[in-house]
């Protein structure tokens, strides 16, 4: 009798971590990733050395997109982001709707 190298619980195990990072993967952005993205675009706006934060972000109603020239998902987002630039703090406010597209395993966001 031939045994398995993994035993049976353990390959119950590995094939459902890889069923849900295989979900994870496609859809629509989570809002963790969406917030993410809005913060790193503000971060390459404005340079580097500037750090900036969501408050009170928020990510509702995503519809993938059905236009082969803007790809990826359309979301509303509300929220605010607080950027700060050489110590001076300003806030930006976040509501509309913005493209999200997911390039090399990160959300980048657009405007519409």
Known sequence: ?????LPDVYRGLAVGALAVGLT??????STQDAEAAVIAEYQRMLGARTGATANG????????SSSAEAPGYFCDVA???VVDVQGTSMSRSLKGRY???QADGQWQ???R
């Open 57 to 64: 972000f928020s990510l509702d109603h995503c519809e993938k």
């Open 1 to 5: 009798m031939k045994r398995s190298f």
């Open 24 to 29: 994870a993967c496609s859809g629509a952005p």
């Open 79 to 81: 929220g605010t982001v």
């Open 99 to 101: 493209r999200f597209v």
């Open 109 to 111: 966001v657009f405007p």
